[in-house]
């Protein structure tokens, strides 16, 4: 359940994976009411989990790639089955309300317009604030428009999504006291690494770093070079849940 007075903030790695790993896809769970990412394991790992769909108030899509949304039909009439009856907010970037209906179609054919509950599409902006959490954007620099989101209620997570960072992302990643951040490596031009998560991390002065989106094929010795740079560093595993 969600913690008290707004104290901290509960952050369940329901995946840590890569797309096309043997990990279930990167997707975090705040305060077991804030779904960020929806990859097709989301569902899965929230049965695991035992979180209550009916009371995730918020979903944020950081990017239309395959294993940060196509997790997003089965929530909604998993949910409907559960027995939901309170509006849903789907965060992210435009074009989102079309693609959630043509997967609803492709999926299951169904529509929105069939569910029991309101779903809201909010586009992503620069600051908003949604069931009392202040949210902040940043765009990073990935194949397709792709954004890094804070969380702030007293504390303040980042998660950084996919893309290579980027100046506006340090801005956003300031003073975090937990950044999440892709760290694929590889050499991929439009991802980040170990290594450059760690510098984000420094530059941004925040006080623990978590590493997910690792490629299934990259070296140990990266992720110790990245601790040279910034020694505050988590590997997180599926389920696994740190409060800040």
Known sequence: MALEGGLALEVAFLGVGEAFGSRANTTLLVNRELLLDCG???LLQLRKLGAELVKIKLVFISHLHGDHFLGIPALLLAAREDGREEPLTLLGPKGLREVTQELLNLSYRKSLEELPYDVRFVEVGRKVSLHGYELEFAPTQHSVPAFAVSVRR???????????????LVELASGSDLLVAEAY????????????????????????????????????????????????????????????
């Open 40 to 42: 097709p394991h989301a």
């Open 185 to 244: 490596g590889g050499g991929a031009a439009t991802h980040s690494s170990p290594v450059l998560a760690a510098q984000l991390a420094k530059k941004a002065r925040v006080k623990l770093l978590a590493l997910v989106h690792i490629w299934r094929r990259l070296r140990n010795e990266e992720v110790e070079k990245a601790r040279e740079v910034f020694g505050s560093i988590i590997l997180p595993e599926d389920l696994e849940t740190v409060r800040i």
């Open 154 to 168: 007293r504390k303040k997570l980042t998660y950084a999504g996919d893309g290579a960072p980027t100046e506006e």
